[in-house]
């Protein structure tokens, strides 16, 4: 299959089957923002529970925080958002579409100029230059249909374009790919989306939605340390709606204007306290993955190289295979200024392999930042090694939505199998890693009309739903009801037949078939056993 295919396909089944849906979908939808149905609502309420649970309470160093989005507009002033976190835009002269300078494929060919345009019928002169660039193997007269509709739409009619004359270009980024129309030069975006806190509409009144969850995390850096009596190394973590006005969302949910993120910054000591204290700082292991347990003398290169380790385990966990991911280390001259490293781990998309998460050393850039523009102590008095210093940071910083995005893609499968009747037919399943999977098991009473069937099928819905997602599923034969369940990740079905009532011997009576997603395979077990099969699959 394409990969262009098979993301169609894969945004099909999502609108089809409710994982995704357009936002404001009845209205025509907004370009850039999305909404989560049923299926997709559950799948990232895991993906954000599994990432928080790894984080916060299977760790002894790290709490959680859940700040406001709206913050005091001077955080990011001190952050750097508001003078630096801009991309280059550009317009198209003839369809005024927005596009990132920095996307645009260069194409070469031959630019045509004009110096302006006469309306031949009222003898009008318009003196505005344009240009278009003609694609290699197109005929001139396709490069003067388009400056004809740019006069045109300046109000000449019967358009006669003056003053033509050509040149051949190379790796132009200065016409639009899509109609090679002229663009303008590229001029700076914030892509911070602004508004007015109260009800006067003034600068002094504009707030920023966040664009980052990071930032709150550093401003609350001290009452954090206060009240959870954390010593430095230790980690907040935030889960949280972040926005970003970008000026071409594209890929699906990957580049949206509303997304989610889940970060943690986590505090380190500075590599002169650490030698101080201990006499000598870690080098990085040869395989430059160091695990736990943390060693008092990491300096920051260990720390980034342990916290790299760990996201990697953990994307591995929820069934995101090392082979699915690469590593990229920023070069060092693609490193913000305050940046010492800088490593993306990305997935292999069908649309390419894009960042799912970036892992910065960010130094003690941001809490100096906000000490500075505060006037507050970002200091912290470290007893063991009898030293005041501002720490330094550990960011991994992930994308819930491109992580749900990533585990779509991963899911999704096509197979050809027989069905009961012997008939080949193609079987679209979703692989999800039980662990994320938005329902764990489907429950299936062989007939929706025997009572019996009805009421022992309710209990054992009863027994696991306090534990795990579970569907109830009567409708229709019990192969369709298999599919359905396939195509929604289901990992477990559970089906209450004349068996598991007894009707075909005493000894099976109490058992129920389990069959499984992705073998297919059927076996029969014990409902009494069923807790203790499904949950250590699915916690
Ligand atoms: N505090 C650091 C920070 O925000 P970032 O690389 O700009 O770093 C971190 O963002 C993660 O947030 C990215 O790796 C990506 O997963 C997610 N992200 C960023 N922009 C996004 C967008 N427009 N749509 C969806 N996810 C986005």
């Not at 943690?264 to 993955?289: R, T, Y």
């Not at 960010?362 to 200091?379: A, P, V």
Request: proline letters at 6%; one cysteine or more.
């Amino acid at each position: 299959m394409k990969p262009t295919e098979r993301m169609e396909k894969i945004v099909s089944l999502c609108k089809r089957r409710g994982f995704i849906f357009q936002s404001s979908e009845i209205y025509g939808g907004i370009n850039g923002f999305w909404d989560y149905g049923p299926l997709g609502a559950e799948l990232k309420r895991n993906v954000k529970e599994l990432w928080w649970k790894s984080m916060t309470k299977m760790r002894e160093d790290i709490v959680g925080l859940d700040a406001s989005i709206i913050m005091h507009p001077a955080i990011w002033k001190a952050s750097g958002h508001c003078d630096t976190f801009a991309d280059p835009m550009v317009d198209c002269l003839l369809t005024k579409k927005r596009l990132r300078a920095d996307q645009i494929e260069p194409q070469s060919g031959v630019a045509y100029f004009w110096s302006g345009a006469k309306d031949e019928a009222s003898g009008k002169e318009l003196c505005e230059p344009f240009s278009a660039l003609l694609a290699p193997g197109k005929p001139a007269e396709s490069a003067r249909k388009v400056a004809t509709q740019f006069y045109s739409q300046r109000g000449l009619q019967n358009v006669a374009l003056l003053g033509e004359r050509t040149e051949k270009v190379e790796n132009s980024t200065s016409y639009n790919p899509e109609n090679g129309a002229l663009l303008t030069e590229p001029r700076m975006f914030n892509l911070m989306f602004k508004s007015h806190a109260g009800p006067v509409e003034s600068e002094e009144n504009a707030v920023y939605l966040r664009p980052e969850t990071a930032q709150a995390i550093f401003v609350q850096f001290k009452n954090v340390l206060e009240t959870s009596r954390q010593k430095v190394p230790f980690g907040i973590a935030q889960i949280g709606k972040a926005f970003r006005n970008e000026i071409n969302p594209r890929n699906y949910t990957f580049r949206s204007r509303e997304f989610e993120q889940m970060e943690l910054e986590f505090f380190i000591k500075p590599d002169e306290v650490v030698e101080k204290q201990c006499g000598s700082v870690a080098s990085l292991p040869e395989n430059g993955a160091p695990t736990d347990p943390p060693q008092a003398n990491w300096g920051w290169e260990v720390w980034h190289g342990y916290w790299v380790e760990q996201r990697m385990r953990w994307y591995e966990s929820i069934g995101l295979t090392r082979d699915t991911l690469e590593q990229y280390w920023q070069k060092k001259e693609e490193l913000a200024h305050y940046a010492r490293a800088t490593v993306d781990i990305l997935y292999k998309f069908p649309f390419g392999t894009q960042e799912l998460e970036g892992i910065a050393a960010r130094g003690n850039f941001d809490l100096t930042q906000h000490q500075t523009h505060s006037g507050k102590s970002m200091e912290y008095f470290d007893q063991e090694a009898t030293a005041k210093y501002i720490p330094h940071v550990i960011e991994p910083s992930a994308g819930v939505d491109r992580l749900l995005l990533a585990l779509i893609c991963n899911a999704y499968a096509e197979e050809e199998v027989t069905d009961e009747k012997g008939k080949a037919e193609v079987r679209t399943v979703m692989r999800f890693h039980p662990r994320v999977a938005p329902i764990k098991v489907g429950i299936f009473p062989l007939l929706k009309n025997k009572p019996v069937l009805v009421e022992k099928a309710i209990a054992v819905r009863d027994l696991l739903r306090p534990f795990m997602n579970v569907f109830y599923d009567d409708a229709g034969a019990i192969g369709r009801r298999y599919r359905r369940q396939d195509e929604a990740g289901t990992p477990f079905g559970v089906t209450i037949d004349f068996d598991t009532i007894g009707e075909n011997g005493p000894e099976l009576e109490g058992t129920v078939t389990l069959r499984h997603r992705d073998s297919m395979k059927q076996e029969r077990v014990k409902i009494s056993d069923l807790l203790s099969i499904l949950l250590p699959q699915v916690q």
